[in-house]
Structures are given as C-alpha cells and as structure tokens.
C-alpha cells in the first residue's frame, strides 16, 4: 500500500512503507539536497532525500545506485544512541556516510555513546563533528577515511578496527584516546602518536591500552609515550617501536629473539633482540640487554657505528655462524680482514658489561672505532705502550664519544706526540699521527 508522507510518519510502527523520496516543498531541505550533483568516485545523486523502508535512515542515492547514509532516525535505547552503519539499507550498498556541508544527523547528537561502521564507506569531513558524548567507534573497513571526522568529539576514547590500519592520533584531535584494539583478522597494523597530520594541538597523549588480535603478524607503534605495557601473541613475526618512551613490558609466548625486533629510543625496554638484516639497525637510547648479529648474513659493509649509541643495559653482543670479517674478544665486537690476521679493531663494547675501573686496550688492537665505549662505566681507558704510527683511530671522530672516561698514555711510547715535557702535554691535547694527518685529538689526565 503507497502512503503519503505525512500518514507514514504517523503510522511507521504499524505500516509497513517503501521509501519515500522527499522533496524540495515542505521539508526543509536545501536546493541543493534535491538537486543532480557530482560526489566522491563520480556517483551522481539523482533522487534527493529518502526515507528508508524501515523508517530508520535518511539517505541521499547515487545514480550508480549506491547510497549516502545522512540521518538516523532511530529510537534510543536506555537514553542513549548505539548506532549500527550497516553495508546496505534497502538492498542499496552504503558507500558514504553523511552529506556535502552537513554533519551526521541524528534526534540528538548529544546522546550518541558508539557508532560501528560496517559499511565501506567514505566518511564526510566534520561527519560526526561536536559529538560530545560520543565514547567509542568502530571502523570495520580500511574505506572508512575517518581524517578531519570526528574534531570536537571531546569524550572519544576507544576505537575499534576490523581490518588492517594505520592509525593517526592526530586525526583525533580532540579526543582523549586511551585504548585501541584491533579485531581477528587483522594482520598487519600501526599506531602512530605524532600529532603532525592536523598540527600539534597541545593535547596530552593519553593511549595506555592496545589491544591486538591472535593472528597479528606484523605490527609498529611510536610516540605512544604512555604506553607501559604490550602484549605481543605467538604469531607476530615483526614489531617495530620507536619513541615509546615509558613501555618497560613487553609479553609474549615467543622469544624476543625470534621477533624482527626495530627498536629506538625505549629506554625502559629491557629484551634481548637479534639483528635479523644484513645491515645494523639503529638501536640507539633502548634498554637491550643482549644482542645477536647474524654473521653469515651480516656482509662487509652491515656495521653501522654510533646504532648502539646510549645503550646502558647491554650486557652481550653475540655473534651466530662464521664470518672472517667480524669476531668477539672477552665480550667485544671486533673486527678483522682476514682469519689469520694478528691485529683487530675494536668496533663496540657491550656498556652493561663495564665497570668503573681502567681500561687497558689489548696490544694486538689496531683501530678504535668512534664510539666503541658509548655509555662504558670506565674511569679510564689505557692506550698500550708498545703502540706505533700503524696504529689509528676512525676518521676524525673521538673513541671516547658517550663515555666520560680520561686517557692515559705511556710517556715517550707512539701516542706521545707532544714532544715531551709534562707543561705541555698534561691536561692538553695529544693525537695518534700517520704520515698524512692526525687522526684524532683528545684529553689526556695522566701518563703511565
């Protein structure tokens, strides 16, 4: 039975009515609400306003026969809205949600508490805009472009996503996020804290809680400075984290060690990692206590100087399968051209592993590599007496660089290059010479 517009407002509840195109003479709506118009991925609306069949939606269709959902209608349920996107209404798929220039419409916006999208669908800008009461969404969709959405949603503090997702707090400017799962199914996913897409509002990042699903393999967060805590399931293959400045636990069934593990600036994260690339990932400023490097992959070329820089709590640096370029010595790493070489450079030594006393670099080391002793406890490091114009340092760069230990060399030996005369070398500079140049000055606080 066709009923007119005004009796199946009335009679909803009891008469079943197919949707009703409103137009332009008494209902309210802007010209342009009815008029032919150009949206999103070429859709054309060609209809105007229509009331869905079960009185519940208010929707604008597209000349491809898809819809833009604008309006809920619905009643509250214990005085609140818990509103559902579906992917279709009326048999017509759901690829947008709200109208050019309009927010989302509901009776009162001001009792909406969740909104689920299930739909693929485009989100408008300022679609949920000053939905002050609003406390949780859920995006099921990686369509659901939710940038420039939900400002002035001062109560939002949980989202919910179904599907793979890279999340931006800065796209919530507003809101005081504290937790974010992600649902089964999900197996690639990213939080970032930045607030760089919107611009730095001032706002306290307030994400303690996140949430990942079983199947999760890959994951990233950074600049999630109040985050303490991760759970990280059995099948996560990567995980990378940066900036997360206050994460001191991080629980899983796996070894850490057999997690690609990228991490930077952690300082409170103490784990053992291994370097799965076959170059040296920067971990500066984190808490590792141990790291494996994987010799027969690491090449020529993989070490990186200064990528340990401030890593006070590691305490071994571990080297899996053989290699003729790089070898430990009494817990350094330490590198050499060929297997029979009889002379080694020292590249890094495991800070943790320090203690406040002298010391002594062995006779047969050649170079010491800028910032081998990064964040080392030693008083003071001792350069060998038997040591020749052969010897050099790494460039121009200090080998004391994140250390506060002094030297000290043995008088007239080949580090003496200040011509004698304790005037003149104590408290001064000094420097290792090769025929070309001086590679390196540094403080000298006493001789041998």
């Known amino acids: 039975m066709r009923c007119k517009s005004l009796i199946c407002l009335g009679l909803a509840a009891a008469i079943a009515c ?18 032919e118009k150009t949206q ?21 269709e597209n000349f491809d026969g898809t819809i833009d959902v604008c309006e809920y209608m619905g009643l509250p349920e214990n005085g609140v809205y818990d509103i559902v996107i579906p992917e279709t209404i009326d048999g017509k798929t759901v690829t947008g949600v709200g109208y050019a220039g309009e927010s989302f419409q509901t009776p009162d916006n001001r009792k909406v508490k969740s909104i689920v999208i299930l739909a693929d669908a485009y989100l408008r800008t300022d679609v949920f805009k000053d939905f002050q009461s609003l406390e949780s969404v859920t995006f099921m969709k990686t369509g659901n472009s939710y ?23 800065a796209d919530f400017p507003d809101s005081p996020i504290r937790e974010i799962s992600f649902l089964e199914g999900v197996t690639n996913a990213g939080i970032s804290g930045t607030e760089t897409s919107i611009g730095n509002t001032g706002k306290e990042n307030l994400l303690a809680t996140i949430n990942l699903p079983s199947g999760i393999k890959y994951f990233w967060c950074s600049n999630c400075e109040n985050l303490s805590t991760l759970n990280l399931p059995s099948e996560i293959e990567s995980f990378s984290c940066s900036d997360c400045e206050n994460l001191s636990e991080l629980n899983c069934e796996k070894s850490t060690e057999e997690i690609e593990m990228y991490l930077s600036n952690c300082p409170k994260l103490h784990i053992a990692v291994k370097n799965h690339e076959n170059y040296m990932l920067d971990y500066s400023n984190t808490g590792i206590t141990k790291i494996t490097l994987d010799a027969d992959r690491f090449g020529i070329f993989g070490w990186r100087k200064n990528h340990l820089k401030n890593c006070p709590y590691l305490e071994e640096i571990a080297l899996e399968g053989s290699d003729r370029y790089y070898t430990l010595r009494d817990g350094m790493l330490c590198w050499r051209v060929e297997e029979d070489r009889e002379h080694y450079d020292i590249m890094a030594y495991p800070a943790g592993k320090s203690q406040a006393t002298d010391f002594v670099i062995p006779e047969d080391i050649k170079c010491v590599y800028y910032g081998a002793f990064d964040s080392c406890k030693f008083t003071t490091i001792t350069i060998p007496e038997n040591i020749t114009d052969a010897w050099y340092w790494d460039y121009d760069q200090s080998m004391l660089s994140g250390t506060d230990a002094k030297l000290r060399i043995a008088r007239g030996s080949g580090a003496d290059t200040t011509g004698g005369g304790c005037g003149k070398a104590c408290g001064l500079s000094w420097g290792i010479r090769r025929p070309d140049r001086v590679l390196l000055w540094e403080y000298v606080s006493d001789f041998l």
């Open 18 to 35: 197919p949707p009703i195109s409103l137009k332009a003479s008494g209902t309210g709506l802007p010209q342009e609400a009815i008029s």
């Open 40 to 60: 999103e991925g070429g859709a054309r609306s060609v209809s105007g306003m229509t009331i869905s069949q079960d009185w519940k939606w208010r929707y604008d």
């Open 147 to 169: 940038r420039y959405c939900f400002s002035g949603c001062t109560s939002l503090s949980t989202l919910i996503f179904g599907e793979n997702a890279s999340v931006e707090l």
